[in-house]
């Protein structure tokens, strides 16, 4: 949905611009989608879920190092 895409974008620290970079979609995509002005194709979903899943366990990882 476009809330959980925001935030998201948000918890990985990107800008529209440098999400839509590594999606391969323009910034104003990335607005369209947030806005709910443009359907979220189901590979942008799946895309942004790795991209947090990725975060997510490189994370944990440097904290385990650090612990």
Do not use: C, D, M
Not at 8 to 16: D, H, K, P
């Amino acid at each position: 949905t476009a809330p959980s895409l925001k935030s998201a974008r948000l918890a990985l620290g990107l800008s529209q611009l440098r999400l839509g970079e590594a999606l391969g979609v323009t910034r104003l995509t990335i607005n369209r989608y947030e806005n709910g002005h443009q359907e979220i194709p189901l590979f942008i979903e799946l895309a942004v879920e790795a991209l947090v899943s990725r975060k997510s366990r490189t994370s944990r990882s440097a904290a385990r190092a650090i612990g």
